[in-house]
């Protein structure tokens, strides 16, 4: 019985240590007395455990631990538990002010730090931070709360202020309103208020001096930041006084409009056709001649999204000499952004038919092409895709020396965007410009461009013009034969045959025919081309474009596939054919492919030039008496009879030398006959003239009437997207304006 009193007892003194030891103090709120921790001992929390002066400490909290603890404490003559505890409640209360609430500190007093190693923070001392963060936070929601409740006292006085009769009163109005737009609070109680924004606006319009105007413009500023903002601007008229306001002689209220008037066209929706109703373009243009380049970075980005996709702002931009103004800013500014916001309307502009030559003339090109080897690819690739707009209509500018060298080098680039531009003005620029092409040939640009074919592979976009460029490059220059040698040196004719091969994208296939024949014109290229099998291809496209223009022909329209009629398709091919003829082994590799009915057939074209290369095919390969034989029986003497009357002296030309060497195994009377015909048809001005006729160069009359086809322009979109110079988080995506030409024609024959 007093065994079991005893035990009672004993439990009772453990609840009541255990109970003392958590709880005596407080929650840990105020005074975080149950979640310091022990800095001098690995344990998680000193509370239970800093009863003891033993080594020995328990792993658990409970009253085992706090009993243990109280034997060894007993025995070691410690403190007692009591004292302990008062002591650090003390110094975790202080050190908890000290770092919430460090101004409540007297003077001179300091919490007494616990930690053993000064390198390590206590619990508290990380708190600090964020306690100061949430306190600072709380006086920052009061204060947000009192700026709201201002202004919403305040707003319906300032709107009638704003619209009293006194200038001064006004001002004054005005000058209040802009500071509450300082604060986010009040600024945002401002927008909700409509009344207030057509105030200012109408302030703003109205104003008798600049300081006024320059408040009311600076408030307009401020609430475009918000969406609810220009929605108000937008509702309140605010665009037609924004638009006045850019004829204004100060600086700064100059500022305030064009940046609102940025904020509403790239948010607002509206605001585009808006700011042209109010002649906005008009009084932008003129703004090109300030000499602020963060002030003219943001007028281009105004014309540009006023310009993209409307073709009437595209005019008005011309009229009011807006292309001189940009050009003038490529040229004599290295802001980045400013370059950069100034291509994109370049960019645009280049589409234009109109805007087009007036940036050529004002040396667009040029200005252009100084920014190619900087370092912000974003200003290159607009600058490449605007050259590559205006190419076609530059062909006769002079001064591009060092913008087709650094096209050249620029067609080594992995970027495909790059080499598709790169490609395409190289293209436009050596089309009918002999001397752009003697450079082109000399800064290695043949051996590039086969390069840049054999990296094109399947793209399309880049293998047409990269052909184009070298057809041009292989004819009709002093360089030109050695541009034709080079193809072969830098192991380009297999890489070019190739490309006629299936699948069939005509625009390729056509420049490709066109470059094979001018390849065609170098002896040594004949025996490298029959190897890459160009004769059988060329036949095989032959046919199958004849047979796509006969399927039509009832219908008296012309055949076109990917923008390619299948007249110059059979045009070209029979036209390399000729000058493929012109090696003994060609010609009879030509004639074994059974080629020779479809040659005689195509003497009955209603395409003029598709006469002339059949009659002149047929001349070469009536030069084996074999072939000959086979001629006469198709029945060519007939219509080559009818050749002879014609106007074009190269179909005339060609028809008589057929008909002269069929006729050479032909009887005295059979031969009599034709001198007669030919002597009155087509020599009859110069009867000696007979006599030569197989020593005349037949393909003189050929050569001459060649032009080369201009690739034609038409546009790409940019990838990546273009991002905007200001607010890049609220401003949205933008698109390249850009036109697609699907003609792909060339306007000259191959």
């Excluded at 009293?164 to 401002?190: G, H, W, Y």
């Excluded at 370059?339 to 805007?355: A, D, F, I, Y």
């Excluded at 002093?478 to 380009?492: F, P």
């Excluded at 195994?665 to 009859?684: A, G, I, N, Q």
């Amino acid at each position: 019985m007093m065994s079991m009193q005893m035990s009672e007892a004993d439990s009772v003194v453990k609840v009541a240590e255990w109970q003392q030891t958590y709880y005596s103090s407080d929650s840990g709120i105020q005074s975080g007395a149950t979640t310091v921790r022990d800095d001098e001992s690995s344990t998680d929390y000193s509370g239970c455990k800093r009863y003891t002066g033993s080594t020995t400490n328990s792993t658990t909290g409970g009253p085992a631990a706090a009993t243990t603890g109280g034997g060894d404490s007993a025995g070691g003559g410690a403190e007692s538990p009591t004292d302990l505890d008062a002591q650090f409640s003390l110094t975790r209360a202080q050190r908890v002010r000290a770092a919430m609430f460090p101004e409540t500190l007297v003077e001179g007093e300091a919490a007494m730090p616990i930690q053993s190693d000064p390198t390590q923070q206590s619990n508290v001392q990380r708190l600090a931070e964020p306690s100061q963060l949430l306190k600072t936070a709380i006086v920052h929601l009061i204060n947000y709360q009192d700026d709201a409740e201002l202004a919403t006292r305040a707003v319906p006085e300032l709107t009638k202020l704003l619209g009293d009769d006194d200038p001064l009163v006004v001002n004054k109005a005005a000058m209040i309103v802009n500071q509450l737009t300082r604060k986010e609070a009040s600024r945002r109680v401002l927008v909700q208020s409509p009344s207030m924004v057509g105030a200012v606006v109408r302030a703003m319009t109205t104003a008798v001096d600049m300081e006024t105007a320059r408040c009311a413009a600076s408030v307009l500023h401020s609430l475009s930041h918000q969406r609810e903002g220009l929605m108000a601007i937008f509702q309140s008229g605010g665009i037609p006084a924004l638009v006045r306001m850019l004829s204004s002689p100060v600086e700064s209220v100059l500022f305030y409009a064009i940046t609102t008037l940025h904020n509403l066209l790239l948010h607002q929706e509206g605001s585009k056709m808006a700011v042209r109703l109010a002649d906005g373009l008009q009084r932008m243009v003129p703004l090109l001649k300030k000499s602020n380049p963060k002030f003219l970075a943001i007028t281009t980005d105004c014309l540009q999204l006023l310009s993209y996709g409307n073709q009437e702002s595209k005019l008005i931009i011309l009229a009011n000499g807006g292309p001189e103004g940009l050009v003038f800013i490529m040229r004599n500014y290295n802001y980045e952004k400013l370059l950069w916001t100034t291509s994109r309307v370049l960019k645009v502009l280049s589409v234009c038919p109109s805007n087009k030559p007036a940036i050529v003339e004002a040396g667009g090109m040029q200005a252009l092409g100084q920014h190619l080897t900087g370092s912000s690819q974003r200003l290159i690739q607009n600058c490449l895709w605007t050259l590559r707009n205006l190419s076609d209509a530059a062909t006769k500018q002079e001064g591009l020396d060092g913008l087709l060298q650094i096209l050249v080098t620029q067609l080594g680039s992995d970027d495909v965007n790059m080499l598709t531009c790169a490609t395409g003005i190289l293209s436009n620029l050596t089309c009918n410009n002999s001397r752009n092409k003697t450079l082109v040939t000399q800064f290695g640009g043949v051996e590039a461009l086969i390069h840049a074919v054999l990296r094109a592979g399947e793209k399309e976009d880049v293998a047409e013009p990269a052909v184009c460029a070298l057809r041009h490059l292989t004819s009709r220059h002093q360089d030109a034969e050695l541009a034709q040698n080079a193809v072969r040196l830098h192991y380009g004719i297999p890489a070019v045959v190739k490309l006629l091969s299936q699948p069939h994208y005509w625009p390729v296939v056509k420049a490709t025919v066109g470059l094979i024949r001018n390849l065609a014109l170098c002896p040594a290229n004949q025996a490298p081309l029959r190897e890459a099998g160009a004769i059988p291809r060329l036949v095989n496209l032959l046919l199958k474009a004849h047979q796509d223009t006969q399927r039509h022909a009832s219908s008296a329209q012309q055949t076109y596939q990917d923008g390619v009629r299948m007249e110059e398709i059979v045009e070209g091919c029979t036209g390399a054919l000729h000058i493929l003829a012109r090696d003994p082994i060609n010609r009879g590799e030509i004639s074994s492919m059974q080629t020779i009915p479809l040659f005689v057939q195509l003497l009955y074209s209603y395409v003029e030039n598709v006469k002339r290369v059949s009659a002149g095919v047929l001349c070469e390969l009536a030069l084996d008496k074999q072939s000959a034989e086979l001629i006469d029986a198709e029945g060519a003497s007939a219509p080559l009879m009818e050749l002879l009357h014609s106007n074009n002296e190269g179909i005339a030309t060609y028809a008589a030398a057929v008909l002269f060497r069929i006729s050479e195994d032909k009887s005295s009377d059979y031969r009599k006959r034709v001198s007669v015909e030919l002597t009155h048809s087509l020599f009859k001005h110069d009867p000696a003239a007979w006599d030569m006729t197989h020593s005349v160069p037949l393909e003189a009359a050929y050569l001459t009437d060649e032009l080369d086809g201009s690739y034609p322009p038409y546009g790409y979109s940019d990838l990546p997207l273009d991002t905007l110079p200001l607010d890049p988080d609220l401003h949205e995506s933008y698109i390249p304006d850009m036109t697609f030409d699907p003609r792909q024609a060339y306007p000259e024959p191959l």
